[in-house]
C-alpha cells in the first residue's frame, strides 16, 4: 500500500479501505433515543466464543472497529489502552471487531504486531459491523449490554485528554451506563474519520433484495428442512413463505447467535463431515432478506411445498433388527436411567459395519448408548466381574441418521455376547410410550480393522462447580500406545457446558487441534466426524480442553446459586470426551 502525508499524520491507501482526517469530527444528532441492538455472537482469533446478552453481568461493553492496515488503528491503540487505565476498576468489558472480512490468521498476526491487547472478534459476514451501525474502522461503540442498547458510536478521542469534546461523550456514555439506570440513555452519536470499509454483501443485497423463490429457498433445503418439516424435531416446519416469514425474527436472532445451523464448529480447526457450516454469503442473504421484511416476490411458485424426506431406516431394511424396551414415560418427573440387556441370535462372531436408532417417540429419548458386553454381564455384579464392555454405538440429540463405520473397519460382536443400553428418558408433559428400534447392518467381509471407541472422562469424579463461575475449566488426557487413526470426537457435557477442545500433543511435544466446540450445546450432540482422518503416532497424547458455566447467565444453570456436583441426571454434570480410531498394526 502506499503512505501519504495529510496534516502530519501518516494514512494508508487500501484497496478495501480509504483513510481521511482522522481529527475531524462532526455530531449527528445527539438527542436521539438509545439505539436497541440485537443479541449477537462471534468468535475471536483464538477461537474463543463471545455473545453479547453474556456480557450482561458487565455494566458496559466497549468495542472497537479494527481492519488491518488502517492507520487509524495503528494512531489509536495508546488512546485504547488509556482508556481502559481510566476505567480499570470499572465493571466493563473491551473487544475489538475485525469488520473487513479478512482471514482469522491474517488478523491473528496484525494484533500480535500492533499489541492489541484486547480479545480480537472475527465478523467475517460484517452483519455485526452492519447491525451496530459501523463503517468504518477506528470507530468505538459502547453498549449497554443488559439492555441491548448503544450508548455512543463514535471515535475514540481526538487530542488531549483534558477537555477533550469526544473523550467527554465517551465518559458521558460511560457513567452513565455505570449508574445502572440507562433506561432513559440516548445514543450519542459522532462522526469520525477512519478506514472506510467496503460492505459489498449489504450493497449488492440493498440494490435488489434477495429472492425468496431462487435465494432463499434453496439455502433452507440445503441447511434447515431435514429439521424443520412436518413431524421433524425442529419447532416448526419451513413449508411455505408464510411460515418462514412469520419465524423469521426468530430465524435472524438464530442465525447471529450461531445457534442455527445447529452442531456448527470452529471452521478454522480441521473440516467435519456434519458440522453444518454455512458459508457468509448464504448468512448475509438470510439476514439481509429477513431485514427487508421477507418479501415473496413475484414468483408464485411454493419451493417449499411437497418435499420428500427419507423415513424410517437410512440404509434399507437391517439384516437385524432389536429393540429397547417397551417403556410408559410418565407425564412428569425424574426417570432414572435404565439399562436393559438385548439378547443377539448370532451363532458366529459378525462385524457391524452400521447401526441406527430409530425411537417411536423421540420428543423423550434423551439419549441411548449401546455397548457390546460379555454373555455373563449384569450389573449386579462387581465392575471387574463384568467383563469387557465395548461402545457399539449411541442416539442423541443430532443424531438422526444411520451412522456408518469408515470403510474398512466395523465393530467385533462375538458370538454369545449382548448388547447393553444405557437409556435416559425425559418428560415432556403428557405420558408416552417408546419402543425404539435400533438397526443392525452387518459386514459380509472381516474387516481390515476394528472400529474403536474411547470415553476419556473423570467419570464425574472430582467434578465441583462452584455456585457463580463462569468459567470452570477441566481437562483430561490419554495417551495411545500405538499408532492410530482418528476419525470422529464428541464432547459430552450436560447445561452448564460451555465449550471444549481436543488437541493432540505428539511425541515431540509439537501439537495440533483437532476440534473446537467453541459454544457447546447440550441439545446438539452428534459425533463430529473428520473429512480426512488424522493418523498419530504412538505414544500421542489426546487433551480435551472444557469449561462449565454455572452462573445466572447460563439459561442450563439449574441453581446457579449452589455448587454443581458430577452425576447422570441432567441436572448434575459430566465431563466426557469419545474418540473414535483403529489400531494401524492389527488384522
Not at 411 to 432: A, C, F, N, Q, W
Amino acid at each position: 500500500y502506499e503512505m501519504h502525508s495529510v496534516t502530519g499524520v501518516q494514512t494508508c491507501a487500501l484497496p478495501i479501505f480509504a483513510t481521511g482526517l482522522l481529527a475531524t469530527l462532526a455530531y449527528v444528532s445527539p438527542t436521539q433515543a438509545a439505539d436497541p441492538i440485537g443479541n449477537f455472537a462471534l468468535l475471536d482469533v483464538k477461537g474463543d466464543f463471545h455473545q453479547l446478552n453474556k456480557y450482561g453481568y458487565q455494566d458496559a461493553l466497549v468495542i472497537v472497529a479494527q481492519a488491518n492496515g488502517c492507520e487509524a488503528n495503528y494512531e489509536d491503540n495508546f488512546k485504547y489502552k488509556l482508556l481502559e487505565t481510566d476505567y480499570k476498576n470499572a465493571n466493563i468489558s473491551y473487544l475489538m471487531l475485525n469488520i473487513a472480512g479478512e482471514s482469522r490468521d491474517a488478523v491473528r498476526q496484525e494484533a500480535e504486531t500492533f499489541d492489541y491487547e484486547w480479545p480480537m472478534l472475527i465478523d467475517s459476514s460484517q452483519l455485526v459491523a452492519e447491525s451496530l451501525g459501523i463503517t468504518k474502522a477506528g470507530e468505538v461503540v459502547i453498549i449497554d449490554p443488559q439492555r441491548m442498547q448503544i450508548l455512543y458510536r463514535g471515535p475514540v478521542q481526538s487530542g488531549a485528554r483534558a477537555n477533550d469534546p469526544v473523550r467527554m461523550k465517551i465518559d458521558t456514555a460511560l457513567e452513565t451506563a455505570l449508574t445502572g439506570d440507562t433506561r432513559s440513555a440516548e445514543t450519542i452519536a459522532m462522526a469520525a474519520d477512519g478506514c472506510e470499509v467496503a460492505f459489498p454483501g449489504k450493497q449488492m443485497h440493498a440494490s435488489s433484495a434477495p429472492d425468496y423463490v431462487n435465494d432463499i429457498a434453496p439455502i433452507l433445503k440445503e441447511q434447515c428442512v431435514d429439521c424443520h418439516r412436518k413431524g421433524g424435531i425442529a419447532p416448526f416446519a419451513m413449508d411455505s413463505h408464510q411460515m418462514v416469514m412469520g419465524w423469521s425474527t426468530m430465524m435472524r436472532e438464530t442465525l447471529m447467535t450461531k445457534r442455527m445451523p445447529p452442531a456448527q464448529v470452529d471452521p478454522d480447526i480441521k473440516h467435519f463431515q456434519n458440522a453444518r457450516y454455512i458459508s457468509d454469503e448464504d448468512l448475509q442473504t438470510l439476514v439481509h432478506w429477513i431485514d427487508a421484511g421477507a418479501p415473496r416476490g413475484d414468483n408464485m411458485v411454493e419451493p417449499l411445498a411437497g418435499l420428500t424426506f427419507q423415513e424410517g431406516w437410512d440404509l434399507g431394511e437391517p439384516d437385524l433388527v432389536v429393540y429397547a424396551e417397551d417403556f410408559v414415560v410418565p407425564a412428569t418427573g425424574v426417570i432414572d436411567y435404565r439399562y436393559p440387556i438385548i439378547d443377539l441370535p448370532f451363532e458366529d462372531d459378525v462385524w457391524v459395519k452400521a447401526v441406527q436408532f430409530v425411537p417411536q417417540e423421540r420428543s423423550v429419548v434423551h439419549h441411548m448408548i449401546a455397548s457390546i458386553v460379555e454373555p455373563q454381564y449384569s450389573r449386579e455384579l462387581e465392575a471387574e466381574e463384568r467383563g469387557e464392555v465395548r461402545f457399539l454405538e449411541g442416539y442423541a440429540p443430532g443424531k438422526e441418521a444411520a451412522t456408518v463405520f469408515p470403510e474398512g473397519t466395523g465393530v467385533l460382536i462375538p458370538k454369545g455376547y449382548k448388547i447393553r443400553l444405557d437409556s435416559h428418558y425425559t418428560t415432556m408433559g403428557k405420558e408416552v410410550r417408546d419402543r425404539t428400534a435400533i438397526g443392525i447392518y452387518l459386514s459380509d467381509e472381516v474387516p481390515e480393522h476394528e472400529f474403536r471407541t474411547y470415553r476419556l472422562s473423570h467419570e464425574g469424579q472430582n467434578l465441583v462447580i462452584p455456585a457463580g463461575e463462569m468459567d470452570h475449566r477441566m481437562y483430561a488426557s490419554y495417551t495411545f500406545d500405538k499408532e492410530v487413526t482418528l476419525f470422529a470426537f464428541r464432547p459430552h457435557m450436560h447445561t452448564r457446558g460451555k465449550d471444549m477442545r481436543f488437541k493432540v500433543i505428539y511425541p515431540d511435544h509439537s501439537s495440533e487441534d483437532l476440534i473446537n466446540v467453541a459454544n457447546y450445546n447440550f441439545n446438539w450432540q452428534p459425533t463430529y466426524r473428520l473429512t480426512d482422518p488424522l493418523v498419530i503416532p504412538a505414544g500421542s497424547r489426546v487433551v480435551i480442553d472444557g469449561a462449565f458455566d454455572n452462573s445466572e447467565f447460563n439459561p442450563g444453570a439449574v441453581d446457579p446459586s449452589v455448587d454443581s456436583l458430577g452425576g447422570l441426571q441432567t441436572w448434575d454434570e459430566m465431563f466426557a470426551g469419545y474418540l473414535t480410531y483403529t489400531y494401524n498394526d492389527e488384522m
